[in-house]
T-cell receptor, first 116, second 112 residues
Framework: DAGVIQSPRHEVTEMGQEVTLRCKPISGHDYLFWYRQTMMRGLELLIYFNNNVPIDDSGMPEDRFSAKMPNASFSTLKIQPSEPRDSAVYFC??????????????FGPGTRLTVL | RKEVEQDPGPFNVPEGATVAFNCTYSNSASQSFFWYRQDCRKEPKLLMSVYSSGNEDGRFTAQLNRASQYISLLIRDSKLSDSATYLCVVSGKDTGRRALTFGSGTRLQVQP
């Protein structure tokens, strides 16, 4: 298995531009998570999906952020308009709900976003 | 107060040393506990789950104290390759939440 795939790996954009981050979870996983990591705040959950349905979006900072999961193999996180304070590493993670696994989440390599 | 608190370190130890990290969590409803490892500019990876009775995986030992809401990780015979940030992680099943709550991490630097 290729693991969780994220694209792009690096994104540099200017303030006010729209940014779209993409994620392909591990095949067969029921849950997909979006996290953000910064030096100041550490690793924070933004939103997660179960079977393509958003379950908890309480971590989404504000209306500029939106996430979708149109099917089991693809999710996007969009920021519009972007601001310099959105600069961070954005991780996507997935996991199965098998009772034989102990909640292990598998993370993608992350997208390093810089907003100038 | 953060939900999961860790000493950020860094812990600088010589090869072969034993080092222990501690972590406290505030949500008494938390049900699952983990240690993740994160190398510089890489994604977090599961190091080990933490069970109520304590568990060991090679040179790594994890302990959980539910009464004190305290988790620990002990690394014996440290290797240079153990240098990384160690993240204390909890999750709960209240309201069906399956997400993880991460501590800010403890940085370990093992020196030759």
């Amino acid at each position: 298995d290729a693991g969780v795939i994220q694209s792009p790996r690096h994104e540099v954009t200017e303030m006010g531009q729209e940014v779209t981050l993409r994620c392909k979870p591990i095949s067969g996983h029921d849950y997909l998570f979006w996290y953000r990591q910064t030096m100041m705040r550490g690793l924070e959950l933004l939103i997660y999906f179960n079977n393509n349905v958003p379950i908890d979006d309480s971590g989404m900072p504000e209306d500029r952020f939106s996430a979708k999961m149109p099917n089991a193999s693809f999710s996007t996180l969009k920021i519009q308009p972007s601001e310099p304070r959105d600069s961070a590493v954005y991780f996507c993670a997935s996991r199965t709900d098998s009772p034989n696994r102990y909640n292990e989440q598998f993370f993608g390599p992350g997208t390093r976003l810089t907003v100038l | 107060r953060k939900e999961v608190e860790q000493d950020p370190g860094p812990f600088n130890v010589p090869e072969g040393a034993t080092v222990a990290f501690n972590c406290t969590y505030s949500n008494s409803a938390s049900q699952s506990f983990f240690w993740y490892r994160q190398d510089c500019r890489k994604e977090p990876k599961l190091l080990m789950s933490v069970y109520s009775s304590g568990n060991e995986d090679g040179r790594f030992t994890a302990q959980l104290n539910r009464a004190s809401q305290y988790i620990s990780l002990l690394i014996r015979d440290s290797k240079l390759s153990d240098s990384a940030t160690y993240l204390c992680v909890v999750s709960g099943k209240d309201t069906g939440r399956r997400a993880l709550t991460f501590g800010s991490g403890t940085r370990l630097q093992v020196q030759p």
